[in-house]
């Protein structure tokens, strides 16, 4: 066989396995579970980026950053981040909010780790980022030396370290209440009983939340509220050089990790109590009682077949040519399932 024909037969044969493993991976990521780990992964890393960005312009440069600067990267972080995944995966960014949909029987238990996976992978990637981008600086700021305390520090341009004046309890118990203040306005943005924001300005809205939080409360511990934020970076740290010094400076590191969680919970709690009891629920006329299925999550009537739509208002045609409109959809905002 000629050097012609082999090329030829090589090509043939490329023809015919691209096609098929091209579907292949289209199949795998029209998984629900595939692509609401990418959504997380992804939103997470571009939180990240912008967040730890602004935070090395405010260590390495002098005059080019500010701690308002940091929370405006934070905050319109996680608004990119919401127009990222927000229809996907609700774009928690957060394990600290994941767990609390999960704990309070809004998400299923078997997502928690794909959630949580995928903002930690993305929050990693984007501690390397960060850290090839500004590494030049990193080492002309620090003189070589990477330290995590000092006048010359640098560890935290990716995770949050308690400063002298906070001591470690005290740092919990803000880590706790300022996460509360979090998930308490977050069920208030996307409540659809209460006053939510107006459909389409939900993440606009979240950012600024962020860069409040960041503005008002945010001195004290550098209000971590999120273990997807800060652990994955400091272990990145880790890695890169910083040393073990990034976890045994005054044992710090476990309680970004730990009071998240308890505070989103509680406040998350607190809102179902005194504010989501107290709202008035309109009652729902239907007309087949299998309309609403799964905690009254809107579905397709099971004796239909599953016909594509192109709005939620178009009828579906049944017997005797009697119209019945398909009950909307609910919108998949971020946190839609808070």
Not at 7 to 21: E, L
Not at 38 to 44: I, R, V
Not at 125 to 133: D, E, F, K, M, R
Request: hydrophobic residues 45%; aromatic residues 10%; positive net charge.
């Amino acid at each position: 066989m000629t050097q012609a024909d082999r090329k030829k037969r090589s090509t043939r044969m490329s023809k015919m396995v691209t096609p098929s493993a091209v579907t292949r991976m289209q199949t795998v990521l029209q998984k629900e579970m595939v692509r609401e780990f990418l959504a997380e992964f992804l939103s997470t890393f571009v939180m990240m980026v912008f967040g730890l960005g602004s935070v090395a312009h405010m260590v390495l440069g002098d005059k080019m950053g500010s701690f308002l600067g940091v929370n405006l990267g934070f905050g319109f972080g996680v608004t990119m981040g919401v127009h990222m995944a927000g229809n996907i995966s609700g774009a928690h960014m957060n394990a600290a909010l994941t767990f609390t949909n999960c704990a309070l029987g809004r998400m299923s238990w078997k997502k928690f780790p794909v959630y949580v996976l995928g903002q930690f992978l993305g929050s990693f990637l984007a501690a390397a980022t960060i850290y090839c981008l500004f590494y030049t600086a990193i080492i002309d700021y620090s003189g070589g030396s990477l330290t995590v305390t000092g006048p010359t520090a640098t560890a935290n341009i990716f995770a949050t370290y308690l400063p002298d004046h906070m001591t470690l309890w005290r740092g919990f118990l803000d880590e706790v209440l300022v996460t509360g203040m979090l998930q308490l306005c977050l069920l208030a943005i996307t409540d659809k009983g209460n006053n939510p924001a107006l459909q389409g300005t939900q993440a606009l809205v979240i950012g600024i939340l962020v860069v409040i939080i960041g503005v008002s409360m945010g001195m004290n511990t550098g209000y971590a509220i999120n273990p997807s934020r800060d652990l994955p970076p400091r272990f990145f740290t880790f890695i890169a050089g910083w040393g073990t010094q990034v976890f045994s400076t005054k044992d710090w590191w476990w309680v970004p990790v730990v009071a998240p969680p308890l505070g989103a919970y509680l406040g998350a709690i607190i809102y179902l109590i005194f504010i989501g009891s107290s709202i008035q629920q309109k009652p729902q006329i239907l007309e087949t009682p299998s309309t609403y299925e799964d905690h009254g999550t809107p579905v397709l009537p099971k004796t239909m077949s599953h016909t594509p739509v192109t709005s939620s208002l178009t009828p579906v045609s049944v017997p005797n040519n009697r119209p019945s409109p398909v009950p909307p959809l609910s919108d998949s905002i971020c946190l839609e399932h808070l």
